[in-house]
């Protein structure tokens, strides 16, 4: 099974495989270069996430490794550098780094400091696929409008027809709040004549669906004597 890689790049090997061994016990798959010109070859992997790069290195100097390696890739950049100076920080992050710690460095940082930079790689990765399939999301619920599909957690939930069109409706206007004869007239496409019934038949088959406790909705909610929502969640 393919899996995620870091790549560590240092000309001591001493260092890269100590930082590999550090990544490799806390379940991450590393690998190593030894310069920046080995780094530009090797970064060109879809698998590789992350880099950790030395400045100070024979062939091409990490710094400059990162300025040619975000011409092509958008990845999280970790620098490790033996000069401590702000002007040495500000002029690493300004060179494309997103990060920037000095040698010696505490394991624990590192790794802190690494996870950290997976987590809003992965997340803004996610976000940035959702948003140009035109996934719509409110906490656990996410639809997709192409594909008919709803999911709760990330598993899909099998709806009807009629429900999905019910779904749709109230996930493309988040915490809007639609009547029942709305409803029935963009869903069913008929004209609306004692509907709040057939109405509120699907809403609770939905409900039992989506909802952990249905009994105590937290997405989708009556309003009284006004119609229905879908809560608009972070």
Same mark, same amino acid.
């Given at each position: 099974m393919n899996?995620?890689?870091?790549?560590?790049?240092?000309?001591d090997?001493?260092?890269?495989?100590a930082?590999a061994l550090?990544?490799?016990?806390?379940g991450?798959?590393?690998?190593?270069?030894y310069?920046?010109?080995?780094?530009l070859e090797?970064?060109?992997d879809p698998?590789v996430c992350?880099?950790?790069?030395d400045?100070m290195?024979p062939?091409?100097d990490g710094l400059?490794?990162?300025?040619?390696? *975000?011409?092509?890739? /958008?990845l999280p950049i970790l620098? +490790?550098? &033996?000069k401590? #100076?702000?002007?040495?920080k500000?002029l690493g992050?300004?060179m494309?780094?997103d990060?920037?710690?000095t040698k010696?460095?505490?394991p624990?940082e590192?790794?802190?400091?690494v996870?950290s930079?997976l987590?809003?790689y992965?997340t803004?990765?996610s976000r940035?696929e959702e948003q140009?399939?035109?996934?719509?999301?409110?906490g *656990?619920l996410?639809? /997709?409008?192409t594909?008919k599909? +709803?999911? &709760?957690?990330? #598993?899909?939930?099998h709806l009807t027809a009629?429900?999905?069109?019910?779904?749709a409706l109230?996930?493309?206007?988040l915490?809007?709040?639609?009547?029942?004869?709305?409803?029935y007239?963009?869903?069913?496409d008929?004209?609306?004549?004692s509907?709040e019934?057939?109405?509120m038949?699907?809403i609770?088959?939905?409900?039992?669906?989506?909802e952990?406790?249905?009994k105590?909705?937290?997405? +989708?909610?009556v309003?009284?004597?006004?119609g229905?929502?879908i809560?608009k969640i972070?």
């Open positions: 899996k995620d890689k870091i790549l560590v790049v240092d000309d090997r001493e260092i890269t495989k930082i550090l990544l490799q016990k806390e991450l798959a590393a690998e190593c270069a310069d920046g010109m080995e780094a090797k970064v060109t698998q992350l880099l950790i790069i400045v290195m062939k091409l400059s490794a990162v300025l040619r390696i *975000r011409e092509k890739r /958008n620098v +490790l550098s &033996a401590s #100076e702000d002007s040495d500000i992050l300004s494309g780094a990060d920037y710690i010696p460095f505490n624990m590192l790794m802190a400091r996870k930079q987590r809003r992965k803004l990765g940035n140009r399939q035109g996934i719509l999301r409110t *656990r996410a639809f /997709n409008p594909a599909q +709803l999911t &709760a957690d990330g #598993e899909a939930i009629t429900e999905t069109k019910i779904v109230l996930m493309e206007n915490g809007r709040v639609f009547s029942a004869e709305e409803i007239r963009r869903v069913w008929e004209d609306a004549y509907v019934n057939t109405v038949v699907h609770r088959r939905i409900r039992e669906k989506i952990l406790n249905p105590e909705p937290e997405y +989708l909610k309003v009284w004597g006004l229905y929502k809560e972070l």
